[in-house]
């Protein structure tokens, strides 16, 4: 077999159990709607991405799933008094497969974290700030409201926050899951329990944070140029805590076993190299991306946008990506 | 648009959506929902235009939007909300026992984003060469030089693991 087909047959086979969703049709006609929230929510410089996204999760019904799901609608039919779509709102008249995701928008956020995880659902929070909704309310959710989704796919809540200095959060007290746990919307410094000492010059906080996106007790934000179109960033860090720490330290081994040169960022050892969408090294292209331990059990990454570095210069990313690595302490 | 524009619509997404799906896991090398994502903002923006673009190849434009929207998304310009693995990721990256198509799967998934569209463009999708060209927006000769760098580097790869297992 030459190259040409083996590539044609491994391809075949990666792709051969993907089809395209029945409500395909649907979602596309439904689209319509999604733009508007899009444009208000990037008024509010925001993550475009994070509203963007409305695509039905997964919508294979596997038979255990159907309980958690239908308690869902239930909940949302019964306690919130705004099931999801019409059809559903007639609870148990309706056998909905793999459930559906209520609207959440306007909800408190507490609130909706329960009801989700009742539902089996994977939680996931992003933050914005923004004077568009009250503060600890849900500004916006996907996958959108009516969505097919089975018990076990992730839901990503985007909660409004305002900008003013937020209490310290107290490691051990903290409840596992809320929101408040981020409690690093001061001045978007803070993140994960990890204090950014060092930023280059001329970037401003992306105004926004996620949750869990990287695995369970991951925080993320971004840093960016001023008049970058929403949903871009200049700057990216990821904190690993916790579970997903392994993740990380998995990739550091990989890294190492394809031959990356360790460096060593304050008696740690670090890796620079290029990154693909997956996370893999590459030789060429990719995104310049630092990782790090900085304790045990709490790992960092930083990367640097292809853009950015493309304005700064290659070896200034590299030395900026050192900085902030270095700049970067547990926050006490 | 009339009745009939809707079910000419619904006929393209029966016939194409799939395939569209594919090539975008493919190219972006992404997990399935990145994947419909991208999909679904394709077709949103064929289906915008639906009534003029139906009888000029709307298979082609939907393609184009989906490959060069793969392609950006694989540059990570725009903040990344999670990391997409395509295997899960409690899964080895690479065990000594994976088969010859993982492998060259993880290989392709390595190489840069246009280099791995035109890949899937000529071999999967069974593009020419002129045809990928034009999608991408690229020369012929940028076309063929990505296809042997690529071709290069996953020979390469599958030698040394036929050579290990002789």
């Known amino acids: ?332 | 648009m009339t009745e009939e524009d809707e079910a000419a619509f619904d006929e393209f997404l029966a016939a194409r959506s799939t395939a569209l799906l594919r090539t975008a896991i493919l190219v972006c090398g992404a997990s399935e929902s990145d994947a419909e994502d991208m999909v679904q903002n394709a077709l949103e923006k064929v289906y915008r235009h639906w009534p003029r673009i139906r009888h000029d190849n709307p298979e082609a434009y939907a393609r184009r939007v989906v490959v060069n929207g793969a392609i950006s998304k694989a540059r990570r310009r725009k903040v990344l909300q999670e990391i997409t693995f395509a295997h899960p990721p409690e899964t080895p990256v690479e065990s000594p026992d994976l088969g010859l198509r993982d492998v060259l799967v993880a290989e392709l998934r390595k190489l840069p984003a246009r280099m791995r569209a035109v890949l899937v463009l000529r071999y999967w999708e069974d593009l020419s060469e002129a045809e990928t060209a034009a999608l991408l927006g690229c020369s012929v000769g940028t076309v063929k030089s990505q296809a042997a760098r690529g071709l290069a580097r996953v020979r390469a790869r599958m030698e040394n693991l036929q050579g290990v297992s002789a």
């Open chain 1, 1 to 332: 077999m030459n190259v040409e087909e083996a590539l044609k047959d491994a391809m075949a086979a990666q792709v051969a159990g993907v089809h395209a969703s029945p409500s395909l049709g649907q979602a596309v006609r439904r689209g319509n709607r999604r733009h508007i929230v899009r444009f208000r929510v990037a008024g509010a410089a925001v993550l475009t991405a994070a509203v963007a996204v409305g695509v039905p999760v997964a919508l294979t019904a596997r038979p255990d799933t159907v309980p958690a799901g239908g308690s869902l609608v239930g909940a949302g039919a019964g306690d919130q008094g705004a099931a999801a779509g019409s059809t559903a709102a007639s609870g148990d008249a309706v056998a909905t497969p793999g459930g559906v995701v209520p609207d959440l928008t306007g909800k408190n956020a507490k609130e909706v974290d329960a009801i989700l995880k009742e539902a089996g659902y994977t939680v996931r929070i992003t933050k914005i700030v923004t004077d568009q909704a009250p503060a600890g309310t849900v500004f916006g959710q996907m996958p959108q409201p009516g969505t097919a989704a089975p018990a076990g796919a992730a839901v990503t809540i985007i909660i409004a926050t305002t900008a003013g200095p937020t209490p310290a959060p107290s490691e051990g007290t903290e409840d596992p899951g809320m929101p408040q746990d981020l409690g690093d919307l001061g001045d978007g410094r803070t993140l994960g329990g990890v204090h950014v000492g060092y930023l280059p010059e001329g970037l401003e906080w992306g105004k926004w944070s996620g949750k869990d996106g990287f695995g369970k007790r991951s925080y993320t934000t971004s840093w960016a140029e001023p008049g970058l179109e929403p949903g871009m960033y200049s700057v990216q860090m990821i904190v690993y805590r916790k579970g997903a720490v392994s993740r990380l330290t998995k990739r550091m081994q990989s890294y190492a076993a394809q031959g990356a040169t360790a460096i060593e960022i304050g008696g740690r050892k670090a890796y620079l190299v290029s990154v693909s969408e997956g996370g893999d090294r590459v030789m060429d292209g990719g995104t310049r991306t630092i990782v790090w331990t900085l304790a045990p059990g709490v790992g960092a990454e930083v990367m640097i946008s292809p853009d950015y570095a493309a304005k700064i210069g290659a070896d200034a990313a590299d030395r900026e990506l050192k900085k902030i690595a270095a700049g970067a302490t547990l926050d006490k």
